[in-house]
């Protein structure tokens, strides 16, 4: 068995230089996120969020992206959730994408929000029909049986049967408002390029260098 200490991956796809990044941190997302939709990379849109509980107690899970544009990134979710009960008491978040196969990585930190009820109504009317009956059947992070789930799932079904299954009160959007994005690429030696925008207090982005 190999030690783990051992495992080791070389990176020497790209670089990534000043000079040749976009002045907007969004842009230069969207650049980005073009080249990783036409690579083969499996759920794309997944990012790890981070938050933290007013004490300072950190969780991180697996969300997905559903949308971006230069007023932030946005994921959908039960606000009664263990994530939307930290966004409640302490809006700042972080996610990061993890790119392996263009070996890239995106660190945003920023300031979170609640979507408007009309991106969240227009978003949940464009999910699956079981998304949807599941977005009403789950308590999202309450301890539950898998048969208690089944049941409130199949409960959820009859009622909605033949109706229109409107979004849940409890269920919407989150938008990070990015303060902070680092682009990180991959390079030789673990000499990886890290290029960080930061927002200034005029809201313009400054570009700098991070040491590897």
Do not use: C
């Not at 979710?77 to 978040?93: D, W």
């Not at 309450?142 to 009859?158: A, C, H």
């Not at 229109?164 to 991959?186: A, D, M, T």
């Amino acid at each position: 068995m190999m030690n783990i200490a051992d495992i080791r991956k070389e990176y020497k796809l790209q670089s990534l230089h000043e000079a040749d990044v976009e002045s907007n941190a969004i842009v230069q997302f969207g650049k980005w996120w073009d080249e990783a939709m036409k690579s083969d990379i499996d759920e794309v849109n997944a990012m790890a969020l981070a938050t933290a509980s007013p004490d300072g107690k950190p969780s991180v899970r697996i969300v997905l992206l559903k949308g971006f544009d230069e007023r932030g990134f946005t994921f959908f979710t039960n606000y009664e959730s263990n994530k939307g009960i930290a966004l409640a008491n302490n809006p700042k978040a972080s996610v990061v994408f993890f790119w392996k196969e263009l070996q890239r990585q995106i660190r945003i930190d920023g300031i979170t929000e609640k979507v408007s009820a009309l991106e969240s109504d227009t978003y949940f009317a464009s999910r699956p029909e079981g998304s949807r009956i599941g977005a009403w059947a789950s308590p999202q992070s309450k301890v539950i049986t898998r048969d208690e789930i089944e049941n409130k799932f199949s409960l959820s079904q009859k009622e909605f049967a033949e109706k229109n299954i409107p979004r849940p009160l409890f269920w919407g959007g989150y938008r990070i408002k990015p303060q902070v994005i680092e682009f990180w690429q991959g390079r030789p030696n673990r000499l990886h390029d890290r290029i960080v925008y930061s927002l200034d207090k005029n809201s313009d982005w400054k570009i700098e260098r991070l040491a590897p």
